[in-house]
């Protein structure tokens, strides 16, 4: 699903975008904007956690400098979601290999949903 990932940018099943993105188990790709550029709150997560996953997986920039708050993680979490946070390059890989790993399995598709932070 992921290809790849470059400072700035990340291509989608072939599809190029260069703001941060949103991308669901489903294969859809939604831009995901936060209030503040390098702080993410539990608003910011609020329409993943709404679309019920079993895991989010955030990728906080090239140098993980985007902060995840314990508000937002706890937001997450008290709802039952796993999470996963790591530098973008990194939390793409993960999602990736939940995502393939799941669809080898018969008949189960985990819903996993990467919040990706694509610069600092």
């Given at each position: 699903m992921?290809?790849?990932?470059?400072?700035?940018s990340?291509?989608?099943?072939?599809?190029?975008?260069?703001?941060?993105?949103e991308?669901?188990?489903?294969?859809?790709?939604?831009?995901?904007?936060?209030?503040?550029?390098?702080?993410?709150?539990?608003?910011?997560?609020?329409?993943?956690?709404?679309?019920?996953?079993?895991?989010?997986?955030?990728?906080?920039?090239?140098?993980?400098?985007?902060?995840?708050?314990?508000?937002?993680?706890?937001?997450?979490?008290?709802?039952?979601?796993?999470?996963?946070?790591?530098?973008?390059?990194?939390?793409?890989?993960?999602?990736?290999?939940?995502?393939?790993?799941?669809?080898?399995?018969?008949?189960?598709?985990?819903?996993?949903?990467?919040?990706?932070?694509?610069?600092?």
């Amino acid at each position: 699903m992921i290809q790849e990932y470059r400072f700035g940018s990340i291509t989608i099943d072939g599809r190029i975008y260069n703001y941060d993105v949103e991308v669901r188990w489903t294969g859809e790709v939604l831009t995901w904007q936060r209030k503040e550029s390098h702080i993410i709150e539990a608003g910011d997560v609020e329409r993943a956690v709404k679309a019920n996953p079993e895991i989010i997986v955030i990728g906080t920039g090239a140098s993980g400098v985007a902060m995840v708050t314990k508000e937002a993680q706890e937001f997450i979490k008290e709802k039952g979601i796993e999470l996963i946070i790591d530098k973008t390059e990194e939390a793409t890989k993960t999602f990736n290999i939940i995502n393939e790993e799941s669809e080898e399995e018969e008949g189960v598709k985990r819903k996993i949903i990467g919040l990706f932070h694509l610069t600092c």
